[in-house]
Nanobody, 124 residues
């Protein structure tokens, strides 16, 4: 069992930056790939970014490519999402997710463990 806890959300003006963290506990964090998803009000949850076990492979949604950076520190059992040039359409609850396989995936069903989410609000 893996427990994931997100932090770092908040309210920011358009053009600003935030850094989300996802702290893991339980089974060995470094076993599998991890990802960030988000869900805006009235919309389905969507893929944002994913990172492999080693951190060498990453993949981003087109909507955040060039603005967001996913990373992980296996020694600290923590994953990060650096979000720059934020836009109002980035407003959502952001969730971190983990899977037991080392390969990256963009589908929600591939992930075994989920955090409770952290709210990110971007004002115009």
């Amino acid at each position: 069992q893996v427990t994931l806890v997100e932090s770092g959300g908040g309210l920011v003006q358009a053009g600003g930056s935030l850094r989300l963290s996802c702290a893991a506990s339980g089974r060995t964090f470094s076993n599998g790939a991890m990802a960030w998803f988000r869900q805006a009000p009235g919309k389905e949850r969507e893929f944002v970014a994913t990172i492999s076990r080693s951190g060498k492979s990453t993949l981003y949604a087109d909507s955040v490519k060039g603005r967001f950076t996913i990373s992980r520190d296996n020694a600290k059992d923590t994953m990060y999402l650096q979000m720059n040039s934020l836009k109002p359409e980035d407003t959502a609850v952001y969730y971190c997710a983990a899977r037991e396989d080392l390969n990256i995936r963009t589908s929600q069903i591939a992930y075994n463990y989920w955090g409770q989410g952290t709210q990110v609000s971007v004002s115009s």
